[in-house]
Nanobody, 124 residues
Framework: QVQLVESGGGLVQAGGSLRLSCATS????????MGWFRQAPGKEREFVAA????????HYADSVKGRFTISRDNAKNTVYLQMNSLKPEDTAVYYC?????????????????WGKGTLVTVSS
């Protein structure tokens, strides 16, 4: 069973930055696709970014391109989401997800394992 634990959320002013971390429980996560999703109050969970197990392939949602950066450190079993130039509309619970496939899915159903989320609040 893969366990994912997110951290790094908090309250930040618009224009600020945060770095989210997702610590994983097993070394085999190094062979997995990892993704970040977010869910704002009253909205569906939406794709933010995904990274292949090697880090060689990365996808971003259009809404975060140029502002967010996903990365992974397989030696530390950790995936990161660097978020810059934050906007109030980025406010949401951010979830880390993992799947053993090689496909970087854009929808939640592509991912088998999920963390419990970390709240990011961006004030205007």
């Amino acid at each position: 069973q893969v366990q994912l634990v997110e951290s790094g959320g908090g309250l930040v002013q618009a224009g600020g930055s945060l770095r989210l971390s997702c610590a994983t429980s097993e070394r085999t996560v190094n062979r997995r696709v990892m993704g970040w999703f977010r869910q704002a109050p009253g909205k569906e969970r939406e794709f933010v970014a995904a990274i292949s197990w090697s880090g060689g392939t990365i996808h971003y949602a259009d809404s975060v391109k140029g502002r967010f950066t996903i990365s992974r450190d397989n030696a530390k079993n950790t995936v990161y989401l660097q978020m810059n130039s934050l906007k109030p509309e980025d406010t949401a619970v951010y979830y880390c997800a993992a799947d053993s496939s090689t496909y970087l899915g854009f929808a939640p159903h592509y991912y088998e394992y999920w963390g419990k989320g970390t709240l990011v609040t961006v004030s205007s």
